[in-house]
């Protein structure tokens, strides 16, 4: 059984600061890594992948595997109150050749 | 480009009845996903199309659930009858393979009374 942990949160982080997302996967040989975001009522938006070991830079977002640990993490920087969301953190087995194991997700909130 | 469409957003219907949710992928995309999700839960595949062939329906509760993917385009999923426990959204998603990233549609949120 594939399984995919996420702190569901609510995670406060004040605006211009650094979120931390985190997120334990328990599949060895997964390959492929997503953060998706979710606002409430709609449906989840890809704003990351990474394949891997080490730390992928896009924007204010950097996410980061480390496959030793089982752990994938995602970083936004310079925090908004736009990226108050649910952030899903998602894992594929076969490269794409098989359907996404999602977490819970962690509801993040940016105060202002 | 446009994106993956569902239809319709929203359904509510009474328990024992059938209802159909439809599917139209992003243009050129050979693999398609249906996903239910659960409020404050992470979507859960039911069902991974490659072209035609199902070649994923391992999570499909199949005694009330069916599928289906015409001519390799769009998709139908339907649930007969409907139970209380099936109120939740169910996503479609496409992508193309070799490549894994996934394309999420609106969604169709069902409510079963």
């Known amino acids: 059984q594939k399984e995919v942990e996420q702190n569901s949160g609510p995670l406060s982080v004040p605006e211009g600061a650094i979120a931390s997302l985190n997120c334990t996967y328990s599949?060895?040989?997964?390959?492929?890594f997503f953060w998706y975001r979710q606002y409430s009522g709609k449906s989840p938006e890809l704003i990351m992948s990474i394949y891997s070991n080490g730390d992928k830079e896009d924007g204010r977002f950097t996410a980061q595997l480390n496959k030793a640990s089982q752990y994938v993490s995602l970083l936004i920087r310079d925090s908004q109150p736009s990226d108050s969301a649910t952030y899903l953190c998602?894992?594929?087995?076969?490269?794409?050749?098989?359907?996404?194991?999602f977490g819970k997700g962690t509801h993040l909130i940016i105060q202002p | 480009e446009a994106g993956v469409v569902q239809s319709p957003r929203y359904k509510i219907i009474e328990k024992k009845q059938p209802v159909a949710f439809w599917c139209n992928p992003i243009?050129?995309?050979?693999?398609l996903y249906w996903y239910l999700q659960n409020l404050g839960q992470g979507p859960e595949l039911l069902i991974r199309?490659?072209?035609?062939?199902?070649?994923?329906d391992s999570q499909l509760p199949k005694d009330r659930f069916s599928a289906e993917r015409l001519k390799g385009v769009d998709s139908t999923l339907k649930i007969q009858p409907a139970e209380l426990g099936d109120s939740a959204v169910y996503l479609c998603?496409?992508?193309?393979?070799?490549?894994?990233?996934?394309?999420f549609g609106p969604g169709t949120r069902l409510t079963v009374l």
């Open positions: 199309y490659e072209n035609e062939e199902a070649v994923d």
């Open positions: 998602a894992v594929s087995t076969r490269g794409g050749a098989d359907g996404l194991t």
């Open positions: 243009s050129g995309h050979n693999t």
């Open positions: 998603a496409s992508s193309l393979l070799p490549t894994d990233t996934q394309y």
């Open positions: 599949d060895r040989v997964s390959q492929s």
